[in-house]
């Protein structure tokens, strides 16, 4: 009997020739047959291969250049793209643009999750030039604070949490957290003109932040991000 309890792949059954198209090259990926930057064979062999015309081979080509997965340049063929997370999670970028009212507070709460573990990972992996970083976005974001700047002061939010998440060396969790920010920034914009204090409340809450990611400890910097994300949550419930 073997041993062997390495997961297996189970091959999905595509339904029509499009997905036939989609899924051997997802195939041929995934085996490491192609990668980043390679280029696929010509279209007459690939037809051949999955047994479609060459027509069904054009669109699913086409639905893959459409997810990020490819790329076709005149005179250079189709190649495999970079294949990173922030461009094969564009889809998800546009689909929570679209969302409002619960769909924004639902989408608040997986952001939630993501950022709470994101401050965690960053305290463990954080180094002195990060922390010096992290600080100058929040130090940067005092006179906007001061001067009642709403934009200004949203994009130095912005830029902490960007920050954040790359100090987490996690490109997966970074993505994820760069889709699902924006659709909840015009919530918080409001929020940040029309609740007082608003804006010195969530430096306040930043600094906790990188007080303990500086500090090393990942339980205090998940503990901050939660009680500062929570605030957000409330007021979007209003």
């Known amino acids: 009997m073997s041993d062997d309890t390495t997961p297996r792949r189970i091959p999905m059954r595509p339904s029509s020739q499009h997905d036939v198209v ?7 990926v995934v085996s490491g047959e192609v990668g980043p930057g390679d280029r696929l064979p010509v279209e007459a062999e690939l037809a051949e291969r999955f047994g479609v015309s060459r027509s069904s081979l054009r669109e699913g080509v086409r639905a893959l250049v459409a997810m990020g ?31 409002g009212g619960k769909s924004t507070r639902d989408l ?21 030039e990060d922390v010096r970083q992290l600080r100058t976005v929040l130090d940067a974001a005092v006179p906007a604070i ?34 699902l920010a924006r659709p909840t920034l015009r919530m918080r914009m409001w929020q940040s003109m029309h609740r007082v204090g608003r804006l010195a409340t969530t430096h306040h809450e930043h600094g906790a ?28 419930d209003d």
Do not use: Y
Not at 148 to 167: N, Q
């Open 69 to 99: 997965v490819l790329e076709t340049r005149q005179g250079a063929g189709t190649t495999v793209t970079s294949l990173d997370p922030e461009l094969l999670l564009q889809p998800l970028v546009f689909w929570a643009g679209l969302q």
């Open 22 to 28: 989609v899924q051997g090259i997802q195939d041929m």
């Open 146 to 179: 001061n001067a009642h700047d709403h934009e200004t002061a949203m994009d130095k939010d912005l830029e902490f949490h960007r920050l954040l998440s790359d100090v987490s060396d996690n490109p997966i969790l970074r993505a994820l957290i760069e889709a």
């Open 209 to 236: 932040v990188l007080e303990a990611v500086a500090a090393g400890d990942p339980v205090a910097a998940r503990s901050a991000m939660h009680t500062h994300l929570a605030q957000v949550a409330t007021h979007l």
């Open 108 to 128: 608040h709460r997986v952001r939630q999750a993501l950022e709470v573990e994101s401050a965690g990972a960053a305290a463990v992996r954080r180094t002195d």
